[in-house]
């Protein structure tokens, strides 16, 4: 079953697909160009090295949108009636199980990226509709995958599609974002 299981019927229209991929992947890129620029501004010195640090928030971004949708499209489920409250060790063993770090450190490098999203939200420069944009998709993919974690409902190969997609659309964003040296304005003091 899908996770948005009253959209599914909406989506068997050939339009509202192409609507729905051109979408997920348009926010991605918007959302990562937003990243890309705000980087960029909170760290001015990596514009020295603007070639090298758009190559490498490429490749780290890349490889999240990859190794994201394996566990997006299979998630663990987790039974809330089935978890252990004894030990601290059973405990640290719960939180990986709910973070999904047990399972390698690709899936450790897939988190690291998405919380690192997160906090550059917190310490970048991004304020007002553009803040709350990006915050607000985050968001929604955080409860899609929270919703497939913990419930019996299981993304479809299209809800996977559109999750790659836009993975795949902050990818290029943050590429696009940060392939050029942002310009700051001189004050002109005459």
Excluded: C, W
Excluded at 11 to 18: C, K, R
């Amino acid at each position: 079953m899908a996770l948005i299981a009253f959209l599914v019927d909406i989506f068997q229209d050939p339009v509202i697909q192409l609507i729905a991929v051109l979408s997920a992947f348009g926010i991605g890129v918007f959302q990562g160009i937003i990243l890309g620029r705000a980087i960029l501004v909170r760290f001015p010195r990596l514009q020295n090295h603007v070639k090298t640090v758009s190559i490498t928030l490429f490749v780290v971004f890349l490889a999240n949108a990859i190794l994201s949708v394996p566990r997006f499209a299979s998630p663990e489920k987790i039974e809330l009636s089935n978890l252990p409250a004894g030990s601290s060790s059973e405990v640290a063993s719960l939180l990986f199980l709910i973070f999904g770090m047990n399972t390698g450190f690709l899936t450790v490098l897939a988190i690291s990226v998405t919380v690192m999203t997160f906090v550059l939200l917190k310490y970048t420069n991004i304020h007002g509709i553009t803040k709350v944009f990006v915050f607000f998709f985050s968001i929604i993919l955080l409860l899609f995958t929270g919703l497939s974690r913990f419930t019996d409902l299981t993304p479809s190969t299209f809800e996977v599609l559109l999750y790659f997609l836009y993975q795949l659309g902050i990818t290029v964003g943050i590429l696009a974002g940060t392939i050029k040296k942002i310009k700051h304005k001189k004050l002109d003091l005459k």
